[in-house]
């Protein structure tokens, strides 16, 4: 194959990229989006303030952008993202207690009902788990309305839209030897345990100096599948673009069948979140593909 989609779909498996909707009309990105890509989310169009900037009041206009062009292009679409402490509406960040449990109630029937039968899979709560070694929740709005809130997301979600998958999705969970890896996990074994509707568990796999890739990956990848869920890599970047780096994210993914796609977070270093200067994906500002990218393709 030799497109990034054409090859992960060898093994039944997706590649996807984030889409920012203001971008659409660079005809330089959309040609290599489209070219490569068969699974997109969109990098910030249906997160909350995106999508409910006033409470009650829902905004689809971007989000629809980027849906659009994906679907009209052949594409699938992860959605990103319902509940989680950043990019919320001013509305939300002044709420607390049942008001706040109720907006997120309502923001999600909202949203995965605006988009219901049309979503392969919702990151349903994003980076709910603490830093460092505590294992335990990140303190939040949405933390303090109570420890049933993420369970209430997804068993929400799940009402919403039957037919998506439904992710918890997070960053640094990609180590097995961190704390907040195993916090995570103790989470999805005991949702699972107790019929909480969960399908998947998105690593983010944003790599950098503090938080390298570790060989023990694969272990992640293994002991969370086998918790009975998918696992999608969906949001990679590798600051510095590591070619051998690149080649064993897919390798390990490859290794476990319940490993169901790969979204790497941007097209070119200069739409990369962190910076062209990061070179953290695999074609340059240029559009030129990086020695990361033949990495990955030859990897898939
Ligand atoms: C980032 C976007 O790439 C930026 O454009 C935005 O300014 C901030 O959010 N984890 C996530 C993503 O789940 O939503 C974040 O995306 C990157 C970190």
Not at 93 to 108: E, N, V, W, Y
Not at 277 to 284: K, N, P, R, V
């Amino acid at each position: 194959a030799s497109t990034l989609g054409a090859a992960a779909a060898q093994s039944g498996r997706y590649f996807g990229t984030a889409i920012a909707a203001g971008k659409l009309g660079d005809s330089a990105y959309t040609t290599i989006a489209n070219r490569e890509f068969n699974m997109v989310t969109a990098e910030n169009e249906m997160k909350i303030d995106a999508t409910e900037p006033n409470r009650g009041q829902f905004n689809f206009t971007n989000g629809d952008r980027v849906y659009n062009w994906a679907v009209q292009n052949g594409k699938r679409v992860r959605g990103h993202t319902l509940a989680w402490h950043n990019q919320q509406p001013g509305w939300m960040q002044s709420l607390s207690g049942s008001s706040l449990r109720q907006a997120m109630i309502d923001h999600i029937n909202g949203v995965v009902g605006h988009y219901k039968g049309k979503i392969y899979a919702w990151d349903v709560v994003n980076e709910a788990f603490a830093d460092g070694n505590s294992g335990g929740r990140r303190d939040s709005n949405l933390q303090r309305t109570g420890n049933d809130w993420i369970e209430v997301a997804f068993r929400t979600a799940r009402a919403a839209d039957p037919a998506a998958k439904l992710c918890y999705n997070d960053y640094n969970i990609d180590n097995w030897s961190w704390a907040k890896t195993q916090g995570v996990y103790n989470m999805v074994r005991d949702f699972k345990s107790r019929g909480v509707p969960i399908d998947c568990v998105g690593l983010q796999s944003h790599f950098n100096g503090n938080s390298p890739y570790n060989s023990n990956y694969r272990t992640t990848i293994q002991s969370f599948a086998a918790l009975g869920v998918d696992v999608q890599i969906t949001e990679l970047d590798i600051q510095g673009g590591s070619a051998t780096t690149y080649a064993n994210v897919v390798n390990d993914c490859l290794a476990v069948s319940r490993c169901a796609g790969i979204t790497v977070w941007g097209v070119r270093d200069t739409d990369s979140w962190l910076g062209s200067g990061a070179s953290a994906l695999l074609f340059d500002g240029n559009g030129n593909k990086k020695a990361a990218y033949t990495s990955v393709l030859n990897a898939l």
